[in-house]
Structures are given as structure tokens and as C-alpha cells.
């Protein structure tokens, strides 16, 4: 039984300039009441300048916005808000020190207040305690926000949005730092908020959850509008080829050189929480870490780099018994870490390109007197720009001014620049789009094929059981599978991965 | 165009603001626009500019000491104690000296960088401490009594026009330069400023490295106390009080990001040299001291608010 349409919002031939780039170029969409509608593109589409209009973070040029019938040239934050606008960004704004009542009700303090002279706590807790309930959520209202895992904080952010009773909810890339189970967990909960009647506007790339909650699709490139349709109609190579208007093979990586020697041997290794940590690791191969969010994968990295201290067990490389006090004596040995979080960790944003690339070999590239070797540096700076095909203005252009594909490829060529031995990727494709990815793992399988070791830790279980070797599967911190390129399956990694095989 | 333009009218803002100091008060005191005036000027700025050098290697690696001025004063204070009550031989005293102010500095970066005490509060600790310990030492007075010739450092000419105290101060600063801009360990004061855990995880030894930034400011700041002390030709407990203050305005005047991570040496010192001409300037114009203090701080203000402005309309 086909309900009547009732549209919520309706932007107009919306058009935005920054600069030389135009970032949105009369794009017009519906969005309907009670329908989780994804927004696709590559980086650079016009996605995020769409929401930023939406949620009054930036003013359109020229066009319309209509709210429940009424229409707007511009809106401002305040104004957003009280069209029933919720934005939940990436990059979460809570405050760690308070707690989920006083987060969820932040800036938007109750009515009640106004009346009394100082503010009662439990009023908060009790309220924000109903919110959580009608979410069907298990999180208490007084916890405070620094002691929570990622996917609790987005359920606050959720919270507040329920608490303000709103009646579109725009999410950016919700399930990047989710697990299999708490993505599970939160499709169902989008459900539940689209049922009571509200519009989730959907941003993602990972192509098979678009596919799964989505009711409909728009497709965005390059600032224009290019279609809507419902995920029955277009298939999955229609709505890439339409994302990056080329054609890119999703993910085929059939590798055919062979592995060799032994590189790197864990024996036993236990610290940072992890216990009885055992494998080894040959040239040419790459060896996937599976698990979900909090099951040591990140941490057995940051473990072989040096990162954290290795409390006991051996490590081998090439043979030889080695310590990795600090991630300088891993760089020094060989060892490159691809950390999860590009922005924070991976590259200095604020420094310039060549600068980032030649960090960890500096030293190398220096006199006795430490003073620089300029040609050299800017040789290995241009090799990496072409071999990666970074995509820049100026390599003294900072890291910052390129799109995320980009700054990954940059992380990605300073550690081979350094010519490592062992090479652990830590979602080396996360929040990078289709274009990029594919370039991405065709540089991985390059590495690879030169004989580098690779240990690769993704979410994206596509991304793992396709480029992966072998796997090693971890649970609570410890190993709890091994698995065969011909044993793989998403089922097992699953089972195995939340304790039940 | 207009995008391009404010930029680069940002970047060399600061330059023009000293251009025009300059021929403002050219215009208004004849005086003013001499050479013997400016000989002066560089005078009156060397040991600001001596010790911005190392505070600006400080800043931007995501630092700040607050105990340069005092470490001054102790040092001045030790050294006339070695030279006046113990006899040493001076030039050893003065080495010692600047060793102490190294090994000072040294400290303040061992304490910051392994519990993590925000450096803010770990140097005024130190300026505290060390002020006290100058008047202990001397119990409140003047020490006076070194010999004469080495009085040359503070108050000589080099062919009888350019001030010593200038000498040390350029070699410093091609010294700061030169680290700064051409050297791995310059580069990895930025990177340590910019984002201390993605240094770390590039393998950059980040404590040696902050460590450094505060030793190398001790050093630089016992070079700018020896000519202090020359120029005095006494030690004093209470000289160079508040000087890390004016050294900070120079080095934020200059462009230094008190953020960390961004700032270059010649900004700095532009910096500097505006906090002399303007000192120089109003003192020649018979404005006095409190005058001076006025300006200064409204032009610290306005220099800062107009780059926080051409900042955010980039944006």
C-alpha cells in the first residue's frame, strides 16, 4: 500500500562558489517524509556542501530551500535547528568530560530552567533517561561521555537529535568507526527513527549498506545532480560508473606472484592488552587482521610498531630478534605503520606536502652537519608524486588542501619512501572514494608484488577477504582463527570474530 | 585576484607596519632618522632579538618559557660572584654561565615533556625560583666590579660603528635560520608543534626533540645575559624582569603561532625590531615609558585582530 508522498524538504537549484570550484551547481532534490535517502558521490561531489546549506553552516549563493512548505533563500543554524534539523558529523561534537544527559541537552536547555535559578541535575538525567528508552539503547545518562567506545558517543549524538524531537536527521559517513555488530545495531535503530516519521539523509561509501537501508539514492558529481533512484533500479557497477562517470572495477585483486621468505615472526607476544599473540608474516604476502571494534587489531598494530610496549614474547625480523622501544627504532628497522585515523595521526595537515612525505627518512637525506640535501629531497618528493599520482597544485601546498584519497596516498608515500620491510595498513581506505580506493589497492598490490610484507586491518570486510592472503581473526584481545585464502568467508570471519566458532 | 592579494598583504603585513614606523617617525623627529640612531636601535634590541630566536625554536614546537628574564638575572648575579668574590678567570665564568642557562633550559624541557605539565606553569615556577634565588644571592643589591674590557661586549664598536652586541645577535640569527629552515631537526620542531602524536608515530624521537627546542633557548638566553651583564657592567637581581613578555610580543608581532607548529626567525625578529623602534621612537619624541607600555600592547592587539580577521575571510 503506497502511502501518499509528503515532502519535508525541498532544495531549489542550489549553487555554491568557492573560489575557482564550483561546488554546487543547481542541484535540486526532494526529500520525503520517512525515507532514509542516501546521498553518493565521490570526495569533491557536492555532498557535504549540500548538508553544510541544510544545516545553515554555509549560505548558498542562489536558490531555494523548502521546509514543510515554507521556503528559504538561507538558513542559519538557529534557524535549521528549529526546522527539525539534525546534523551528526564525523568528527563528533560532544564534551568529554560531561555526561550523556548534560551532552544530549547541551545549548538546549529545557524550558523548565528559565523558571528556576540553578539547574537540576536529576530533572536532566530523567529526561534524557526517556529519550535513551524510546531509542531502545542501553546506555545510562549519567555515564560520562570520555569513558564510552565510539559507536556509544554516536548514539548520544543520535540522542540529542531524538531529543530535539527531530524530524530530519543527516548522517556523514555514520558507520566508519562502527563494527559489523554495532552497524547492525545502528541500521536497526535508523529503522526505528524512520517509523516514527523521521527523514535520514544518508551519507556513505561503502556501496552494500547504501544497499541495505537505503529507500532511495542520489547520485551527485562534481557539484551537479545527476539521479534519484531506488536501490532495485540502478545496480551496483551503474551507480559507480554514474558516482565517478568512468568505469572502475570494484575490487578484483587476483594476485599471482609468489610469496617468500619469512620476514616478520611474533612469538607469544603479549602488552597493551593483547595476549599470546603468534604469527608470521613472508615477503610478497598480505596478511589480513580481522575483528571487531575493540578486539585488538589496532592495538597489535600499534604493538609492532613500537607505539606501545611489548610487555613479553619475541619479535623477529629477517631472522633476527628485535625491540621496538619507540616507533624510531621500528622506522629504523623497517616497520611502517598506516595508522586509522589519517587526519590525527597519518600526516601533519598543517605542514607542507614534500614535508610530509620525507619525515621519516630526513635524517637519512641529511649531512653529517644535519643541513638538508635539498635536490635530493625534492627528488624523492616528485618519484612519489608521480608513482602515486597525488593529485596537488604544489607539493608545498599543505596536506590539508587535498581531498582524502589524496592524503592517504601522501601517508602512504612517505612510509615507502623509507622503504620498509613490513608495512601494517590500519583502514587504509577509510573515508576515500571509489576512484581513489581502486588506486589504493592497486598500490597495495604493487608493494606487494615487490616483495614488501603487508599486515592490513579494514573494517570493510569486502576490502579484507578480497586483498588478504591469509587471516589471522582476534576476540577480546586475543587470536581466535586462522584462516586460508580458500577457507574465506564472511560468515566464518563473523563467527569467529564475535566468539562463537 | 583580491584572494591572492590579501595574502600576500598578510604575509608581509608586519614588514610594511615596520616600514612605516619607520618613516612615520622620520617625519615627526629628525633625530630619529640617523645612522647613529639606528646603531642604537640595534643596540637597545640585541638581546631581544638574541633570545627571540631561541623562543621562537620554543614556540613553535608547541612550547613557551616564562623563566628567560630571571634565568638572566641569576646567571648575571652567578658570574659576578665567580669573577668578583671568587677571582675566576671571567671567560671561564661567563662559559659557566652560559652552562648554567643551558642546563636550565634543559630542565624545563626534562620536566615538561616527562609529566606533562603544561609549560605555562612549569616556567613560571621556574621564573619564580630563579628570580628569588638571584636576590638571595646577592642579598638584594648590584654586584658591580668587573673588569673593564668586558664592558666591549656590551657597550663596543666594531670599526667604531656597528655595535658587538649587534655581531652576536645577527650570527644568531643566521645560526636560527639556518636551523630552522635547512636542518632535519628545524623541520622536526614544526612537525612537534604541529601534531606531536603524528611525529611520534613518523618516528621522530618527540621528547629529544622538545627538549632541545627549551636547551637551545638556555643556551641563547645565557648568550643574551652575557651581554646584559656587559652592557650593565654590573649583575642585578632585578634586571630583565618581564623580559620573556616582551620577547613573546615580538615573536607573536612576527607571525609565531603561539599554537605551535608555525613561525619563521625573520618574522620574529621584524617583530623585535619593531618593539625597538617604537621604544626608541617615543622615547625620542619624549613619550615616557608608560606611554610606551600603551602602545605597544595596542599594537600587539591590533597586529593579532587584523590577522585573526584576513584569517577567517580566506575561509
Same mark, same amino acid.
Given at each position: 500500500m503506497e502511502k501518499k508522498k509528503e515532502l519535508v524538504l525541498s532544495v531549489k537549484n542550489i549553487c555554491k562558489r568557492y573560489g575557482g570550484i564550483q561546488a554546487l551547481d543547481h542541484v535540486s532534490i526532494d526529500f520525503e517524509k520517512r525515507e532514509t535517502h542516501a546521498l553518493v558521490g565521490e570526495n569533491g561531489a557536492g555532498k557535504s556542501t549540500l548538508i553544510k546549506m541544510i544545516s545553515g553552516a554555509e549560505v548558498p549563493d542562489s536558490g531555494e530551500m523548502i521546509f514543510d512548505g515554507k521556503s528559504y533563500e538561507r538558513m542559519t543554524p538557529q534557524l535549521s535547528k528549529s526546522a527539525g534539523v539534525s546534523t551528526i558529523y564525523q568528527e563528533f561534537n560532544l564534551f568529554p568530560s560531561l555526561t550523556v544527559a548534560e551532552n544530549i541537552y547541551m545549548g538546549d536547555e529545557l524550558l523548565s530552567d528559565k523558571r528556576k535559578t540553578f539547574y537540576d541535575a536529576g530533572e536532566y538525567v530523567e529526561k534524557a533517561g526517556e529519550v535513551l528508552n524510546r531509542m531502545k539503547v542501553d546506555i545510562s545518562p549519567t555515564e560520562l561521555i570520555e569513558h564510552m567506545t565510539t559507536a556509544q558517543m554516536q548514539l548520544v549524538e543520535i540522542a540529542k537529535a531524538v531529543a530535539k524531537d527531530a524530524k530530519i536527521l543527516i548522517m556523514d559517513e555514520p558507520t566508519a568507526p562502527l563494527s559489523t555488530k554495532e552497524t547492525e545495531d545502528l541500521f536497526e535503530l535508523i529503522g526505528r527513527l524512520k517509523e516514527s516519521g523521521v527523514t535520514i539523509i544518508y551519507i556513505s561509501h561503502r556501496m552494500e549498506e547504501l544497499y541495505r537501508i537505503a529507500d532511495r539514492l542520489t547520485v551527485m558529481r562534481d557539484g551537479k545532480y545527476i539521479l534519484t533512484s531506488t536501490p532495485d533500479k540502478i545496480t551496483?557497477? /551503474?551507480l559507480i560508473c554514474q558516482m565517478a562517470n568512468r568505469k572502475v572495477e570494484e575490487i578484483e585483486f587476483h594476485h599471482t606472484w609468489p610469496t617468500k621468505d619469512v620476514v616478520l615472526e611474533a612469538k607469544n607476544i603479549a602488552g597493551n592488552g593483547l595476549e599470546d599473540i603468534s604469527f608470521s608474516l613472508r615477503q610478497g604476502e598480505i596478511l589480513g587482521l580481522g575483528g571487531l571494534l575493540g578486539a585488538g587489531r589496532? +592495538?597489535? #598494530?600499534?604493538?609492532?610498531?613500537? #607505539? +606501545? $610496549?611489548? /610487555?613479553?614474547?619475541e619479535l623477529w625480523l629477517e631472522g633476527k630478534r628485535i625491540t621496538v622501544n619507540s616507533p624510531k627504532q621500528a622506522v629504523k628497522q623497517g616497520i611502517a605503520y598506516v595508522p586509522e585515523d589519517r587526519k590525527i595521526h597519518g600526516a601533519i595537515l598543517s605542514l607542507p606536502i614534500s614535508w610530509n612525505i620525507t619525515m621519516p627518512i630526513l635524517k637519512a637525506i641529511s649531512g653529517k652537519n644535519g643541513i638538508i640535501r635539498q635536490k635530493e629531497e625534492d627528488a624523492i618528493v616528485e618519484e612519489h608524486r608521480q608513482a602515486f599520482r597525488i593529485k596537488l597544485g604544489s607539493v608545498k601546498d599543505h596536506v590539508s588542501s587535498l581531498s582524502g584519497g589524496n592524503q592517504q596516498k601522501v601517508v602512504l608515500a612517505k612510509w615507502i619512501a623509507s622503504n620498509p620491510k613490513v608495512l601494517i595498513l590500519d583502514e587504509p581506505t577509510r573515508g576515500v572514494d571509489v576512484g581513489a580506493k581502486q588506486e589504493i589497492y592497486?598500490?597495495? #598490490?604493487?608493494? #606487494?608484488k615487490k616483495g614488501l610484507a603487508i599486515i592490513l586491518i579494514s573494517s570493510d570486510m569486502d576490502e579484507l577477504l578480497n586483498i588478504s592472503d591469509r587471516l589471522i581473526v582476534?576476540? /577480546? $584481545?586475543?587470536?581466535?582463527?586462522?584462516? /586460508? $585464502?580458500?577457507e574465506f568467508s564472511q560468515d566464518k570471519v563473523l563467527a569467529m570474530a564475535s566468539g562463537v566458532l | 585576484m583580491?584572494?591572492? =592579494?590579501?595574502? @600576500? =598583504?598578510?604575509?608581509?603585513?608586519? %614588514? &610594511? @607596519? %615596520?616600514? *612605516? &614606523? @619607520? @618613516?612615520? =617617525?622620520?617625519?615627526?623627529?629628525?633625530?630619529f632618522f640617523a645612522v647613529g640612531n639606528a646603531m642604537n636601535i640595534i643596540r637597545q634590541i640585541s638581546m631581544m632579538g638574541i633570545v627571540t630566536v631561541g623562543f621562537t625554536f620554543v614556540l613553535i614546537g608547541g612550547g613557551l618559557d616564562l623563566s628567560v628574564g630571571s634565568q638572566i638575572a641569576l646567571m648575571d648575579i652567578l658570574i659576578c660572584c665567580m669573577i668578583i668574590d671568587a677571582g675566576m678567570n671571567p671567560v671561564l665564568a661567563m662559559v659557566i654561565g652560559v652552562v648554567f642557562t643551558t642546563a636550565v633550559g634543559t630542565f624545563n624541557g626534562f620536566i615538561i615533556t616527562k609529566t606533562g605539565i603544561p609549560p605555562l606553569i612549569a616556567t613560571l615556577a621556574m621564573q619564580t625560583a630563579l628570580r628569588g634565588a638571584a636576590f638571595v644571592i646577592s642579598n638584594g643589591f648590584p654586584k658591580y666590579g668587573i673588569p673593564d674590557w668586558m664592558k666591549l661586549i656590551g657597550q663596543g664598536n666594531l670599526f667604531g660603528v =656597528?655595535? *658587538?652586541?649587534?655581531?652576536?645577535? *645577527?650570527?644568531?640569527? *643566521?645560526f636560527g635560520i639556518m636551523l630552522l629552515n635547512k636542518t632535519y631537526t628545524g623541520r622536526h620542531f614544526y612537525a612537534l608543534g604541529s601534531n606531536e602524536e603524528a611525529a611520534r608515530l613518523t618516528g621522530i624521537n618527540v621528547h629529544f626533540t622538545r627538549i632541545l627546542t627549551y636547551a637551545l633557548l638556555g643556551l641563547l638566553t645565557g648568550i643574551a645575559g652575557v651581554v646584559m651583564l656587559c652592557r650593565t657592567g654590573s649583575g642585578q637581581p632585578n634586571i630583565a624582569t618581564a623580559f620573556e613578555m616582551d620577547v613573546l610580543t615580538a615573536a607573536v608581532l612576527g607571525g609565531v603561532s603561539v599554537n605551535g607548529g608555525k613561525g619563521t626567525i625573520i618574522g620574529a625578529i621584524i617583530g623585535a625590531a619593531i618593539i625597538g623602534v617604537l621604544n626608541n621612537g617615543m622615547s625620542?619624541?619624549?613619550?615616557?615609558?608608560?606611554?610606551?607600555?600603551?602602545?605597544k600592547g595596542a599594537v600587539l592587539l591590533a597586529v593579532v585582530v587584523f590577522d585573526s580577521f584576513s584569517r577567517s575571510d580566506k575561509k
Open positions: 551496483r557497477q /551503474e589496532t +592495538e597489535l #598494530a600499534r604493538l609492532l610498531f613500537g #607505539a +606501545e $610496549k611489548i /610487555e613479553s614474547g592497486g598500490l597495495i #598490490a604493487d608493494f #606487494a582476534l576476540n /577480546e $584481545k586475543r587470536i581466535v582463527g586462522r584462516l /586460508e $585464502k580458500e | 583580491t584572494h591572492k =592579494f590579501s595574502e @600576500i =598583504f598578510r604575509k608581509y603585513m608586519i %614588514f &610594511l @607596519i %615596520f616600514i *612605516v &614606523l @619607520i @618613516i612615520g =617617525f622620520s617625519i615627526m623627529s629628525p633625530a =656597528f655595535p *658587538v652586541p649587534g655581531i652576536i645577535m *645577527v650570527v644568531v640569527i *643566521v625620542i619624541m619624549g613619550a615616557n615609558d608608560y606611554w610606551q607600555q600603551i602602545i
